[in-house]
Every structure is written in C-alpha cells, then in structure tokens.
C-alpha cells in the first residue's frame, strides 16, 4: 500500500470517528461534516508529516540497502539509483527473496566446507601413504639391509615406486591448480578426431593387453570428423578416459569408443563393460581425490585426479562432459567437442 493511500484511510478512520462522536452530543449535520472534514485534513497532515518522517523514510532506507545489496555493486552502478514507488509492499518481498538467496549461499557454503574437509583429509591421506612407505624402507637401509644385496634392490625399487607416486600426485596436483587459475592456456586448432582416437587407442595396445582388455572404436568412419580444441589435451582426456575404463572393466571385457556427430559438436563416448559405478556416487565423480570404494580403489592405483584433470580441461574447451552407468555392468563416459562447419558444395549452374 502506498503511503497516501494509508495516510487517507488512517485520517478517514480518525475524521469519522471524531464527526461520529460530534453528532452523537450535537444532532447536527453541519456539525457532522465540518468535524470530518476539520478532523479529516488535519489528521491527513499529521500522519503524513510523522509517518513519512519516522516510518517510511527508515523503510525506504531499508529497501534500498537491501536492493542495492541484492544487485552487487557492478550492477547498482550500471543501473543507478532506484526507488521504489511503494516499497512497504516491496520490501517485504524483497527481504523474503534475500533471505532465500542468503540461505541458499549458506548451504553451498556448508557444502564447500564439507569438501573442504574432506579434500584435506584425502589429501594428507595420498601423501602419507608413500612418505610412510618411503620412510620404512629407508629405515630398513639403514639398519643393516643395505648389506644385503637382493634385500636392499628390492628395498630400492619399492623405495623408487613410491617416489614416483609422489612425483604424479604433485604434478597431477600442480596442472589441476593451472587449469583452475587459467594458466595453462587451451590452443584451439582444427584436427581429424578420429584420427587422434586412434593414435591413442594405438599407445595403449600394451596396457588393454596387460588388463586382458579389447579395445573397438565402434563404427567405420569414413566421413571427416574435425574438430576446435586443443589437441594434445584431447589427447590427455582420452588416455586417461580410456586408461580409466581398464582399470574397472572385467578380464576379457571390451572398451569401446563411439563418436556422434551432433548439429555443431561432436560427442564421443567411452564405454566398458566392467563394474560399474553405485548411482549415489555418480554426482561427486569428478572430485578430486574421491574415490567411490576406498579400499577397491587404494589397490588399482591412481592419484585420484585423473577425472577431476578431464572436467576441468572439456570445461575450458566450454565443452560437457557426463556419465552414466550401472552397476555390475559398466560405465560410459561422454564428452563434447566444438564440430568444425563443414563446407558447403557450390555446384555450378548449368545454362540451358
């Protein structure tokens, strides 16, 4: 309700009630209506005078704090100033609305505590576990095993396995703090995909057969498949898609790689046939360090970044990516490419 409106009913209310009292003593008319409207024009320019001054202006000044605090700073300049035209109504919606939105960015920062949390816990965890192992066998050396020949080799490559994993944790590590910040630059170019997955599907020959694995790139692609993106990291996520699809299929199971021209992308697919992945686990898939069964999970290896390094590199191509499985019976991954516009065939135009 706008304020006149409530200072007219307010002195409406007062200059009836005062004419009523005025025509109860007297039995007037005249006096009737010389008191409402005496009553009515004074009580009006009171209420107005102290209403405006001690209610509606400090309700005004909250409005606007809370309007100029919903909009950021960048926008109020780009917008101005702005008044509301009957901000007691607005400011009772504005105020719900901030409170949502208030809650709302509670939650989430609850949500990025919680990861927080967990993000360190991990990580100490991934640290520990070679720096202790490391720690050991060190101490093995020094107490007398390093006079043992076979012993102290044996030691040693232990001792390097784990150096190495500590090395691929801090790189791995390192290129995820890059991508976030934007220092590691996408170099878009135009590249055959096809060609790229077959280059790398070539380079993991050894390892499919190391986990008893096939490997099919579904379809024969004849047509020309070109894509704009950064192809050496193209290549990151394919290795690491496909290098992921081994350690979770099944002995004597397939991975398979499937490309979709869509209308101006290219989707491509990487699909296994082995455990699968609990669909409760799937939203947090592409965290850093999360693991959906810790102990399975310890014994296949990894620095736990290897998902996390994917999402980050399609989402710099301003690319998707996403999965689905089921468990027990294999998961696929997908992603998206920029489809480079194929040409139009100008015929020529025959005179007859």
């Known amino acids: 309700m706008k304020l006149r409106t409530l200072v007219f009913f307010n002195s409406l209310a007062v200059g009836l009630s005062v004419a009523g009292v005025n025509f109860y003593f007297q039995h007037k008319w005249n006096y009737f209506w010389l008191a409402l409207i005496i009553s009515f024009f004074v009580s009006y320019a009171v209420f107005y005078f102290l209403i405006e001054k001690y209610v509606y202006s400090k309700i005004k ?3 606007k704090l809370i309007h100029s ?18 901000p007691i109504n607005d400011v009772e919606q504005e105020v719900k609305d901030w409170a949502r939105d208030k809650k709302s960015e509670i939650d989430e920062l609850r949500k990025q505590e919680q990861f927080r949390r967990e993000f360190l816990s991990n990580i100490s965890h991934e640290f520990k576990t070679p720096l202790f192992a490391i720690e050991g066998y060190v101490e093995a050396l020094k107490d007398g095993a390093i006079d043992e ?19 691929y944790l801090i790189k791995d590590l390192n290129e995820i703090s890059k991508l976030e910040s934007g220092e590691i630059p996408i170099e878009f170019q135009k590249f055959e995909l096809v060609a790229l997955v077959k280059e790398v599907m070539e380079s993991l020959e050894l390892k499919a057969k190391k986990y008893q694995i096939s490997m099919l790139l579904k379809e024969k692609y004849d047509q020309h498949t070109l894509v704009n993106a950064d192809r050496e ?15 979770y299929g099944k002995q004597g199971g397939t991975t398979a790689v499937t490309i979709f021209k869509l209308h ?40 736990g970044l290897g998902l996390a390094i994917v999402k980050h590199i399609v989402e710099a191509h301003q690319q998707t990516i996403n999965v689905r499985s089921t468990e027990g019976l294999g998961s696929t991954f997908g992603f998206t490419l920029q489809k480079v516009a194929e040409p139009l065939i100008s015929l020529p135009i025959l005179n007859t």
């Open 61 to 63: 000044i909250i409005y």
């Open 69 to 86: 605090l919903k909009l950021g700073k960048d926008l109020k300049d780009a917008l101005g100033e702005y008044v509301s035209s009957d």
């Open 149 to 167: 020949p076979e012993l102290a080799k044996n030691f040693l490559e232990k001792l390097s396995r784990n150096v190495d994993r500590l090395s």
């Open 233 to 247: 990291k193209i290549r990151q996520v394919l290795v690491n898609l496909i290098d992921n699809s081994f350690k």
């Open 264 to 303: 101006d992308q290219i989707l491509v697919e990487i699909t296994d046939d082995g455990i699968g992945i609990e669909e409760k686990c799937l939203p947090r898939l592409f965290e850093r360090f999360y693991r959906t069964d810790s102990s399975r999970n310890r014994k296949i290896g990894g620095s």
